[in-house]
């Protein structure tokens, strides 16, 4: 089994800074990319950002400039650092991980870590 665990969520100010940790444990193959998704109240979930095992990142258009994606693969770990958060990024956000051995992909979820911007 895979286990993904989230921390690093809370309530900040608009304007304010959070940093987002993932540490993936388990049975893990070959890792294939790490990221960020995040799902708002009556809202779809959507990719916040997204890196792959050789290093390419990709945001959604409404974060670029503000997070920052980052990870270690031996270790397992992903992180997100948001800047200038603003109110609409207010929502649960998810680590994602996708793995695998040639030819089956495999993918897990972590159970979410909330994040409000309020003031």
């Known amino acids: 089994q895979v286990q993904l665990v989230e921390s690093g969520g809370g309530l900040v100010q608009p304007g304010g800074s959070l940093r987002l940790s993932c540490a993936a444990s388990?049975?893990?193959?070959?890792?294939?990319?790490m990221g960020w998704y995040r799902q708002a109240p009556g809202k779809q979930r959507e990719l916040v950002a997204r890196?792959?095992?050789?290093?390419?990142?990709n945001y959604a258009d409404s974060v670029k400039d503000r997070f920052t994606i980052s990870g270690d693969n031996a270790k397992k770990m992903v992180y997100l650092q948001m800047n200038s958060l603003k109110s609409e990024d207010t929502a649960v956000y998810y680590c994602?991980?996708?793995?695998?051995?040639?030819?089956?992909?495999?993918?897990?979820w972590g159970q979410g870590t909330q994040v409000t911007v309020s003031s």
């Open positions: 388990g049975s893990i193959f070959s890792i294939y990319a």
């Open positions: 994602n991980l996708v793995h695998g051995r040639f030819p089956t992909p495999y993918e897990n």
């Open positions: 890196m792959t095992s050789g290093g390419s990142t």
